[in-house]
C-alpha cells in the first residue's frame, strides 16, 4: 500500500518573506528558515553571550555543530516553522534571530522558541517573529503555543506578555512552562496596529525631518536632476545640514562636497540618490555602512523598465532592508516638507508650494511635477509631499500612519496606480479617515475586460469594481479627475464639514442657479424653501422686488451690500447646512466688490460650523481672494463643480458618521460537518479547482442554516421520474455537469414539467442538445427540484480576490444577472449593517418594497442569508468562487429558497 501523502506543501514557502520594522524605526528581512542556513545558524549561536545561550539551551559549555544545525534548519513549514531575521554583514549575511514551533502530539499546541542576538535585544525583533510565527501556525490549524523560560528570564516572558496574549504558568524545579492561545482577538489586533504604528513614525522621521541630508550626485550643471536637487534643498532653507556627494568637485553652490557618503564627518539621516541606475546599488551599500536611516533614490532604471530592472530593484531592496534602511523610490521624485521647522524640498519639482494643511502621496513622478505645479496655482497648502516611485519599501501604508497623527495634516490626497498591500491599506485607511478625509484618485482604472473567471460572481468582479469596493470600505473619498480631487480638497481643507445635504443657492443669474439646482437632485441633496421667519428678513435686505424661493436669484441688480446682507442672514439660519453663492460678473459693480462681500461673510459661516462655497462663472483662482490661508472661501467656475465637491464631503461626513455594526453569532451551525463535507469533496478528487456536485452543495449550505429547494440527483430518464414524482408536480429539471457552468446556455434546464413523461422528455432533449454539440460526455445525469414559480430573483455570490481576499456579492440575478450587472459587493466579514445596505444599494430593491401592488420581499430573510453566507467563508477558506442564482425571495415572512448553486473548492 501506498504511504499516505501530507496534505501541505514543504517546499520553501516565499510568501511568507517580510519586511519587519523595529521600535527604533529600522527595517529588517524576516524569512522562513532554509535547510542550507545551517553553517550561518552555528555562526549566530556562536556570536551569542554565555547568558543569553543558557536561558534558551540550559547550557553554555557545548558548542552548536553541524548536526545540531541541520536538525534545527531543517522544518516541513507545517507542523514545524521556523523564521529567521537576516542582516547584512560583510561579506555575507548573517541571522541574527529565530523563532520556531514543533507541533506537539495533541495537534493544536505547539512548542515556541525565540532567540535573539544581544545586540538585537529590546528593539521589538522577538515580538516581531512572534507575530509572524503566530499568524502561520494559526493558518497551520495551531491554536495554542507553550514555551518554557528559566524564572528570571524577564525578556522572554515579557515578549509574550507584552504581546497581548492571555498566559498562564507555572513552575516547575526553575523553568515556568508558558501557555497561551493565540486566537486573533479584538485586543490582539489593537496590539499589533499600535506596535506597527509606533515603528512606522519611527523609521518615517527621518524621511520627513531629516536632520541631516547627502545628496548622491550633485551636480554644477544647471538644468540636471543633480544640480536641481541642491538648488531646491539650499534655496527653499533646509533647515538641517546638506553634503553634496561628488567626486568631480571641491564645491557646489558654497557648499564643501564629497567624494562620497562614507567620506562625510557628521551623521547623515537621510540620503538622495540621483546617479545612474548601475551605480546605485553600491552607492547604497555605502549608505549602509555610513549609518544613513533613509534613501530617497530618484534614479530610474528598475523595474519600470523590465525584468533587467527588477532584478536591479530587487537587489537595491535587499541591500537597504539587510542594513536596516528604509528606502522612498526608486524612479521618484522626491520629498518635501514645508513645516517651518523643516523647509525641506528634496524634489526636482520647479514649484515649491506653499504652506497648508493638505498632505499629497503620488505614485507616479510625472504627475507629482503637475499636481505641485496646480497645487501652486488654486493657493492649496501643501504641508508634506512624497513621491513614492516603484514602492520598493516605504508606501501609502507607511505615510497614511504617518499623516494620520500629523498635526500639520487635515487632509489626505492620494494619486495611486495600484495597490501594495490592499488589505492593510484597507485597515489603516478605515482608522484614518475616521479623523480625516482622504482624496484618491486611482489611475489605471480602464483596464479592458475582466479577470477570467468561471462564476457569474468572478465575471463581475472585476479589478475597478473590486477598487470601489475598498475604498467604500474605508470611508475614503474616490474620484476619477485631478481636477476633481483638488476641487474636493480646497474644500475639505478651508471649510467645516456640512453637518447635511440641505443647501441654499444664491446667484444673480437664473440659468446658473437652474444649473445648480439639477445638479443638486442628481446628487440627492435638499434644496429647502425659506421659512416665513427668513423671508420677511430677506425682503428688508433686498433693494428690489424679487421672489423668495431657493434657489434665490437677485437678479443681475444685486450689488455687493444685498449680497452681504443676503449670505450673513443665510449664516445664521438654522434650516440649511451649507450656502453656494453664484456669481456672474460684470454686472453692476465689480467683482472685486463681491470678492470682498463673500470674504466678510465667511468668517460668520466658520463660527456656525456652516460651509460657504462661491462660484464665480468661468473663472477660476479665486480662491486667494477670497480669505487667508486655511480658510479660504473654495470659488468654482461652474456650479456642477461645487455642487459635486459639496457632495463628496457630504458623503464622506455619512460614512464617518454611520454605525459601525456588528457581526452576528449564530447558533445551530454545524461546522465539523461542514469541514468534514469539503475535506472529503478534496480527498475523493485531485482535480483542483474542484466544483462541489450538487448533493454536497445542498448539504454544506444545510450546515449553515442556508435554505436550499429539494434537490434530486438522478442518472436516467425513469430514475427522474421517479424522483419528480416523490417531490410532487411541477417540477424542474436541470443538467447536472461538473464542467458546463451555464446550464441555461446549451439549454440544460426545463422548467414547469407536470408529470413523469415530461420529465423524462426534458432529460432526452437535454441530451440531444449536448450530443448535438458533442459534449454528451459532460452530462452525468440531470437534477430534479420542486419548481418554485414565485419570488423575485437575486443573486448571492462569493469570489477569492488574491489581493483583498474574499467578497461578497447580491444583486439582481437570473440568466441576465451578468448582462444588467445591478449588483453591490463588499469585503469579508459582513456586519448586519453591511447586509442590509447592500439590499437596499441595488437598483431593484424598490421591488423588495412591493411594486405595483405585489406583497413586500422577506429582506430580512435575505439578511440571515447573506450573514450565513459570511460565515460560512470565515470558516471554510477554500472555497474559491460561489454563486447562489437564482435565490428566489419569496413575501414577507416566507424567507427564500435557493434553487441553483454552485461552489468551487481551492
Not at 525631518?209 to 544647471?222: E, T
Not at 526608486?330 to 518635501?336: A, E, F, K
Not at 496646480?374 to 501643501?382: E, M
Not at 441595488?842 to 401592488?853: N, P, T
Request: proline share 5%; glycine share 8%; charged share 25%.
Amino acid at each position: 500500500m501506498a504511504k499516505a501523502t501530507k496534505q501541505y506543501e514543504t517546499a520553501y514557502p516565499s510568501q511568507y518573506e517580510t519586511k519587519a520594522i523595529l521600535k527604533d524605526g529600522s527595517g529588517i528581512l524576516l524569512r522562513p528558515i532554509r535547510a542550507d542556513d545551517a553553517k550561518s545558524w552555528i555562526s549566530f549561536i556562536g556570536r551569542l553571550s554565555p547568558h543569553n545561550k543558557y536561558l534558551h539551551f540550559q547550557h553554555t559549555a557545548k558548542e552548536m555543530d553541524l548536526d545540531d544545525a541541520v536538525r534545527f534548519c531543517t522544518v516541513d513549514y507545517h507542523d514545524t516553522f521556523a523564521f529567521v531575521a537576516e542582516v547584512l554583514r560583510e561579506p555575507s549575511k548573517e541571522i541574527v534571530a529565530t523563532g520556531k514551533y514543533y507541533r506537539l502530539p495533541n495537534r493544536h499546541s505547539a512548542e515556541v522558541i525565540l532567540v535573539v542576538e544581544d545586540g538585537y535585544q529590546g528593539r521589538g525583533l522577538g515580538t516581531a517573529i512572534l507575530e509572524q510565527l503566530s499568524t502561520v501556525a494559526r493558518k497551520n490549524g495551531i491554536n495554542t503555543f507553550e514555551a518554557d523560560t528559566i524564572a528570571g528570564d524577564a525578556r522572554a516572558s515579557g515578549i509574550f506578555k507584552s504581546y497581548g496574549f492571555n498566559i498562564t504558568d507555572k513552575i516547575q524545579t526553575g523553568v515556568y512552562n508558558v501557555v497561551f492561545p493565540i486566537t486573533q482577538t479584538e485586543a490582539i489586533s489593537k496590539k499589533e496596529e499600535e506596535r506597527e504604528r509606533i515603528s512606522t513614525l519611527a523609521s518615517l522621521r527621518s524621511l520627513l525631518r531629516p536632520q541631516s541630508i547627502a545628496l548622491i550626485g550633485a551636480s554644477r550643471h544647471p538644468g540636471t536632476i543633480g544640480f536641481i536637487l541642491l538648488q531646491s534643498l539650499i534655496q527653499n532653507g533646509f533647515s538641517g545640514k546638506v553634503y553634496p556627494v561628488n567626486p568631480s568637485a571641491d564645491s557646489l553652490m558654497s557648499l564643501k562636497t564629497y567624494p562620497s557618503v562614507i567620506d562625510i564627518p557628521g551623521d547623515v539621516d537621510m540620503a538622495v540618490i540621483a546617479v545612474p541606475a548601475k551605480l546605485v546599488v553600491k552607492v547604497a551599500d555605502e549608505c549602509g555602512h555610513k549609518g544613513v536611516h533613509t534613501l530617497v533614490v530618484i534614479s530610474d532604471g528598475f523595474k519600470e523598465i523590465g525584468p533587467e530592472g527588477a532584478s536591479r530593484e530587487k537587489e537595491l531592496r535587499d541591500v537597504t532592508l539587510g542594513h536596516g534602511m528604509r528606502i522612498i523610490g526608486p524612479n521618484c521624485m522626491g520629498v518635501i516638507n514645508t513645516d517651518p521647522s523643516v523647509n525641506m524640498n528634496a524634489t526636482f519639482s520647479p514649484v515649491n508650494p506653499p504652506a497648508g494643511n493638505v498632505a499629497f502621496l503620488s505614485q507616479s513622478g510625472a504627475m507629482g511635477l503637475v499636481i505641485l505645479e496646480y497645487a501652486s496655482n488654486l493657493d492649496i497648502g501643501i504641508s508634506t509631499f512624497v513621491s513614492v516611485g516603484n514602492r520598493a519599501d516605504i508606501s501609502s501604508n507607511d505615510l497614511l500612519e504617518y499623516w494620520e497623527q500629523d498635526p500639520a495634516t487635515d487632509v489626505i490626497l492620494l494619486y495611486l496606480e495600484s495597490f501594495g498591500n490592499p488589505r492593510k491599506f484597507s485597515r489603516i485607511a478605515r482608522r484614518v479617515t475616521a479623523k480625516k478625509p482622504i482624496v484618491v484618485v486611482k489611475g489605471g482604472s480602464t483596464q479592458a475586460g475582466s479577470r477570467a473567471a468561471a462564476s457569474h460572481t468572478g465575471a463581475m468582479a472585476t479589478p475597478e469594481v473590486i477598487s470601489d469596493v475598498l475604498f467604500k470600505h474605508a470611508g475614503i473619498i474616490r474620484v476619477n479627475l485631478m481636477e476633481e480631487m483638488f476641487d474636493v480638497a480646497v474644500l475639505l481643507s478651508n471649510q467645516p464639514f456640512p453637518r447635511g445635504r440641505r443647501l441654499v443657492i444664491v446667484t444673480n443669474g437664473g440659468g446658473p442657479g437652474i444649473i445648480a439646482a439639477d445638479a443638486s437632485a442628481h446628487n440627492s441633496l435638499v434644496l429647502p424653501q425659506p421659512s416665513p421667519e427668513l423671508e420677511q428678513k430677506l425682503k428688508l435686505v433686498l433693494k428690489r422686488d424679487v421672489s423668495i424661493n431657493n434657489p434665490l436669484d437677485t437678479t443681475a441688480g444685486a450689488d455687493a451690500e444685498e449680497f452681504s446682507g443676503i449670505l450673513r442672514l443665510l449664516a445664521e439660519d438654522k434650516d440649511n447646512d451649507s450656502v453656494l453663492a453664484i456669481f456672474i460678473p460684470p454686472v453692476i459693480g465689480n467683482t472685486i466688490d463681491f470678492e470682498a462681500a463673500i470674504r466678510n461673510v465667511a468668517q460668520d459661516f466658520r463660527d456656525r460650523g456652516k460651509p460657504l462655497l462661491a462660484c464665480f462663472l468661468g473663472q477660476r483662482g479665486f480662491k486667494a481672494k477670497l480669505g487667508s490661508s486655511g480658510r479660504f472661501v473654495p470659488s468654482y467656475p461652474f456650479p456642477e463643480e461645487a455642487i459635486s465637491a459639496l457632495t463628496k464631503a457630504i458623503e464622506y461626513v455619512e460614512a464617518r458618521q454611520k454605525p459601525v455594526g456588528r457581526i452576528p453569532e449564530f447558533s445551530g451551525i454545524d461546522r465539523r460537518e461542514a469541514r468534514k463535507i469539503v475535506g472529503k469533496a478534496l480527498t475523493r478528487s485531485t482535480q483542483r479547482p474542484l466544483w462541489l456536485d450538487p448533493l454536497d452543495i445542498s448539504n454544506l449550505l444545510t450546515c449553515y442554516g442556508i435554505r436550499v429547494i429539494e434537490t434530486l440527483i438522478t442518472r436516467t430518464p425513469d430514475e427522474a421520474a421517479t424522483s419528480a414524482a416523490k417531490i410532487g408536480f411541477p417540477v424542474a429539471v436541470k443538467l447536472d455537469s461538473s464542467t458546463i457552468t451555464h446550464k441555461s446556455d446549451i439549454g440544460g434546464v426545463v422548467l414547469d414539467l407536470n408529470s413523469g413523461d415530461e420529465v423524462k422528455q426534458a432529460f432526452d432533449d437535454i441530451r440531444a442538445r449536448l450530443e448535438k454539440v458533442g459534449r454528451q460526455d459532460e452530462m452525468q445525469g440531470v437534477i430534479v427540484q420542486k419548481m418554485v414559480k414565485e419570488g423575485i430573483e437575486v443573486i448571492v455570490g462569493v469570489t477569492q480576490d488574491p489581493a483583498f481576499g474574499p467578497l461578497i456579492m447580491f444583486g439582481s440575478g437570473g440568466v441576465y444577472a451578468e448582462l444588467i450587472k445591478d449588483i453591490v459587493l463588499r469585503l469579508h466579514p459582513l456586519t448586519d449593517l453591511d447586509a442590509t445596505e447592500m439590499i437596499s444599494s441595488i437598483k431593484m430593491s424598490k421591488l423588495f418594497e412591493g411594486f405595483r401592488g405585489s406583497q413586500p420581499a422577506d429582506t430580512g430573510a435575505i439578511q440571515d442569508l447573506l450573514l450565513r453566507l459570511s460565515a460560512m467563508v470565515e470558516d471554510i477558506p477554500q472555497i474559491a468562487e460561489l454563486d447562489l442564482n437564482p435565490v428566489k425571495v419569496m413575501p414577507e415572512g416566507k424567507g427564500y429558497w435557493i434553487v441553483d448553486a454552485r461552489i468551487m473548492l481551492k
